[in-house]
């Protein structure tokens, strides 16, 4: 069974076929030698003539000199907006709350579902922006609870759609054209629905099967007004709540702002697809493809794509069955991932189950490219710096390439902090402490990184979720996979193909480095002599963490309400 791309939700049709046809280099479209784009070719791109590219370089950088006018601090936001959020979401608390009070919950679990499709429904009826925090927030398996997550995830795709009057209007406005004067027909049912877009499936004149994503109308003026309340309200919440002050809420703001300014112009998010198509091509990631966006039909509020089908990235069973190694999947992913942020700075930056699908030859393609990372070459090196870093237990060298990501201020005491972390100790096995000691140990560490002023920067926010993302995928699609092998192998792989690299930019000697998984192991929380970690294990620890931790929330609670 495949299904039909999208952002996010797949309509499913069946495969007939088990493997793509090989084709020999000279049968393979032209743009195919410069971009990871598939073999077949409804259109072919020229990279140096593409209509809607002309000029993109100067609306990036208005959508970048906009941000800190919508991020500055200190300004009074649109009082009827917020009005509006704080009512909406102080309803879905509230009600929550009474609900707990009368002790209409059979369990704790049940209490946190009620209150996560509360919020979910109050999110939706606030629009794009509020509704992209709830993407953000499902993909942070394992840093949020379960149940928030889950009911987040329905806002990926399944957030009510516009009337197809509203997106009809929208695409003939754009494209300068009547529907029929386009397409031979279009679906008005849609595809998906998301916060800034709903996706359409389409047929152009000549046959050619496309996909449509369309523009929420008015969503540009919502986002801005939304921008301007949060940034209003950020600079309250830093140091008031440990969690938040060490994600650093202005920060994150302005990584809204950036993310979804871009966001506005589908013309940029078609060239983020172009662009890591040529990263992808330039790297040898064969096992990764990219949609086509069409050469004429791309405008600020409407983007064309080439249609392509595949397997539901959560569809383990239907890949297995048709012979693909859901393993090498997840390992390609990895690679890939790391290859394009370290080597061309420049990485997809919203993974998530909707945003990619496997192929029936095993290949996986990448949708939805609003929001795509890009690192100067300071902040990439600095990334270089401490992914081999962490490989080779250099832990001076990772405080100093998290320092110079902006995650540590530039005149720490980089020893200072690895001693009162711990670090140069032997790592603390979680599994052994009580859900006090494990509560203790988080305070104190979390304590001692707001003492230094740490903050998780833009870059690195994205990254971290998407390793997340990926981490989540391992489960479902690998969780036999020994994860401390494959971080030595991959390791190794990078080492030997980019040497050169290594040396000149950040002075390793690729030749004779040596692997140590030391830090790697504490991260995992890991005995220093373990040899062997599968992600199954990995997942048995954490629930026993969690269950821990949970029993001692419970106890407080329970003691407090005495």
Not at 48 to 69: C, F, H, M, T, Y
Not at 109 to 117: F, H, K, P, Q, V
Not at 528 to 547: C, F, N, V
């Amino acid at each position: 069974m495949t299904c039909d791309v999208s952002v996010g939700r797949m309509s499913c049709v069946t495969v007939t076929d088990d493997q793509s046809p090989e084709l020999s280099h000279d049968a393979l479209p032209a743009d195919c030698d410069w971009a990871a784009f598939t073999e077949t070719a409804p259109w072919v791109l020229s990279a140096d003539s593409i209509a809607w590219s002309r000029g993109l370089d100067i609306v990036r950088n208005q959508a970048k000199a906009e941000v800190p006018k919508l991020t500055r601090p200190g300004r009074v936001p649109n009082v009827g907006r917020m009005l509006v959020v704080v009512g909406r979401m102080g309803w879905a608390v509230g009600n929550w709350w009474v609900r707990k009070r009368l002790r209409r919950f059979s369990s704790t679990e049940a209490s946190r579902s009620d209150l996560s499709r509360r919020l979910r429904s109050a999110i939706e009826s606030l629009g794009a922006t509020y509704i992209k925090l709830a993407q953000i927030i499902s993909s942070g398996d394992g840093l949020f609870p379960g149940e928030l997550v889950d009911e987040f995830k329905k806002c990926r795709d399944q957030v009510p759609a516009e009337n197809f009057d509203v997106v009809k209007r929208t695409i003939e406005r754009d494209l300068g054209r009547p529907l029929n004067e386009v397409f031979q027909s279009i679906d008005s049912t849609e595809l998906a629905a998301a916060s800034i877009a709903q996706v359409h499936r389409a047929t152009l004149l000549d046959g050619t099967e496309v996909v449509i994503k369309v523009q929420r109308p008015d969503v540009a003026r919502l986002v801005r007004t939304d921008l301007k309340v949060m940034a209003w309200l950020a600079p309250h919440l830093v140091g008031r709540i440990p969690v938040a002050a060490l994600a650093n809420p202005p920060a994150l703001v302005e990584l809204f702002a950036e993310t979804i300014v871009e966001e506005l112009d589908f013309r940029l998010e078609a060239a983020n697809m172009v662009d890591v198509a040529k990263v992808l091509n330039d790297l040898g990631q064969t096992q990764y493809v990219v949609p086509r966006p069409h050469p004429q039909l791309v405008t600020t509020r409407t983007l064309v794509m080439q249609r392509i089908d595949g397997f539901n990235f959560d569809d383990v069973t239907g890949m297995q069955d048709a012979g693909i190694d859901t393993e090498d999947v997840i390992r390609t992913g990895m690679v890939a991932f790391m290859e394009g942020a370290l080597i061309h700075g420049i990485f997809h930056g919203d993974l998530h189950g909707g945003n990619l699908f496997v192929l029936p030859d095993g290949r996986t393609a990448l949708l939805d490219f609003g929001i795509t990372a890009r690192l100067d070459d300071d902040r990439r090196r600095a990334f270089l710096r401490l992914m081999m870093t962490a490989t080779t237990n250099d832990l001076t060298g990772q405080m100093a390439a998290l320092r110079d990501l902006g995650a540590l201020p530039l005149d720490t005491d980089l020893q200072a902090v690895i001693h009162d972390l711990r670090l140069d100790e032997a790592p603390i096995d979680p599994t052994t402490l009580s859900g006090e000691e494990m509560v203790a140990e988080v305070q104190r560490v979390v304590k001692a990184l707001l003492s230094y002023g740490a903050r998780l920067p833009k870059e690195l926010m994205l990254y971290v979720k998407n390793m997340v993302f990926l981490d989540g995928a391992i489960a479902r699609l690998a969780p036999d996979l020994d994860l401390l092998a494959e971080v030595a192998n991959i390791s190794m792989m990078f080492a030997s193909r980019h040497g050169e690299r290594l040396m000149t930019e950040i002075g390793i000697d690729a030749a004779n480095m040596q692997v140590n998984l030391d830090s790697v192991k504490a991260g995992f929380g890991v005995d220093l002599s373990t040899d062997r970690l599968t992600y199954r294990e990995l997942q048995e620890r954490r629930e026993l963490i969690q269950k821990r931790m949970r029993s001692h929330v419970e106890r407080t609670r329970r003691s407090a309400n005495v």
